[in-house]
């Protein structure tokens, strides 16, 4: 995965990664820090993950496909919303904060995704990156082409690549709304 980097990472703060977090059931709450990088108008990031138990299932033992969904959605949803707040991507530029948190799970839609396992990954202890690749705001939605990595230092290997969508759906009610 080619990475682009900056000269400033910021570190994801623990109250915007709260916030963003937020949603989930604490006991599904995997990802415990990140940073994010971005320049020339794309960013990615890297996360520290725990599962100490898994929220659905008992123990497989490994980083199953569910796990590797779950902690691509926190990464990603925390990669926008600090790309949201330094605005390294204009793409996502006419959002605020409060607009992103509250479109962030009705209008982030997986348009494509693809996950290959290479290696069983223990799931207690291990890192993730997402990164976009690219970014382009359509005149009704925004699309992000991003790649993703899950390693766990000792050869534990998952990887992937997710397309999203976001979408408008407010705004598309509105429309409708006055015609």
């Given at each position: 995965m080619e990475?682009?980097?900056s000269a400033d990472p910021a570190r994801?703060?623990?109250?915007?990664?709260?916030r963003?977090?937020?949603?989930?059931?604490p006991n599904c709450r995997?990802?415990?820090?990140?940073t994010v990088h971005g320049r020339d108008g794309l960013a990615w990031a890297e996360?520290?993950?725990a599962i100490p138990e898994s929220c659905?299932?008992?123990?497989?033992?490994?980083?199953?496909?569910v796990e590797f969904n779950l902690c691509y959605n926190q990464l990603v949803y925390v990669l926008m919303a600090q790309c949201v707040v330094s605005r390294y991507v204009p793409a996502l530029n006419s959002m605020s904060l409060d607009d992103y948190l509250r479109r962030q799970l009705p209008d982030v839609?997986?348009?494509e995704f693809r996950s290959v396992f290479r290696k069983p990954l223990d799931p207690r202890a291990f890192r993730g990156t997402v990164a976009i690749e690219r970014a382009v705001d359509k005149r009704r939605f925004a699309v992000l082409e991003t790649v993703v990595a899950f390693e766990d230092?000792?050869?534990?290997?998952a990887q992937g690549r997710v397309d999203l969508a976001i979408v408008d759906r407010a705004g598309d009610e509105r429309a409708a709304a006055g015609s």
């Open positions: 990475l682009v980097r994801v703060e623990s109250a915007l990664l709260s963003v977090l937020a949603p989930y059931r995997y990802l415990r820090a990140a996360g520290e993950f659905y299932i008992d123990d497989t033992g490994h980083f199953n496909s839609l997986i348009h230092g000792r050869g534990g290997h």
